[in-house]
């Protein structure tokens, strides 16, 4: 098996944007084997006690409606009047239908007493990044969405997950639509991250 180069690992971890489902081609659908491969890649990722805190619930075609529905809904019921804005239950519905592919990716809580939380929660961000650049590398677009309604018990029970467990995030994947300018990004110049120790 031959790697990718350093050369080509940067240039895919630098290509990768997030990609709004309002530029995802919603008609074209993506394989469920390339799908598996993608969360596979993911479980790839570190993780303290070999835990395996995640658990991927994938949402295609008709199922989106449903997932449309039950995010309004829960905003409906959970948003206090003071935060609630009429374009974000606008998205709610609108998101879930112009993606393909949203797959709910659930922190699960496998590590008991020895485990922090804490771990299980970084090592699912890790499977996460493992997911979008792989995502990337297949010419796929991806968003990570995380709408505070995912740590409400009215999602939790809805998606079915324990009180202990939480959905992280709502990684939307789709083929970016015909004519897209691929988004452009900012980092502050990686020396001002950096303190070099020495001696
Ligand atoms: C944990 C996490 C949660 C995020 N949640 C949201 C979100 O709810 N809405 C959103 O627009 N972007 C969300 N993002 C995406 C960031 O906005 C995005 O990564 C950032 O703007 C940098 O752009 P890039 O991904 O193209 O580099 C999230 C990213 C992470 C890591």
Redesign the pocket.
């Known amino acids: 098996m031959s790697l990718p180069s350093l050369t080509d690992t940067t240039a895919l971890i630098r290509h990768?944007?997030?990609?709004?489902p309002v530029d995802m081609d919603a008609a074209r659908p993506v394989d469920a084997p390339l799908l598996t491969e993608l969360i596979e890649n993911a479980t790839w990722a570190p993780n303290h006690g070999l835990t395996e805190p995640w658990h991927f619930h994938v949402f295609s075609e008709a199922a989106r409606q449903g997932l449309a529905d039950n995010l309004r809904r829960i905003y409906q019921q959970t948003t206090p009047a003071s935060e609630f804005r009429e374009d974000k239950l606008k998205k709610m519905g609108d998101n879930p239908l112009l993606a393909p592919v949203i797959i709910a990716c659930v922190m699960q809580r496998n590590g008991g007493a020895k485990i922090p939380e804490q771990e299980e929660l970084e090592a699912i961000?890790c499977a996460?990044q493992n997911l979008m650049l792989s995502a990337t590398a297949a010419g796929l677009g991806s968003?990570?969405?995380?709408?505070p309604l995912l740590d409400t018990a009215e999602f939790q029970t809805w998606l079915g997950i324990r009180p202990e467990d939480r959905c992280?995030?709502l990684i939307y994947l789709g083929w970016p639509r015909t004519g897209l300018n691929w988004?452009r990004?900012v980092?502050q110049p990686v020396e001002t991250k950096i303190s070099w120790h020495h001696d």
């Open positions: 990768r944007r997030s990609i709004k961000s996460l968003f990570w969405s995380s709408p992280v995030g988004p990004s980092r």
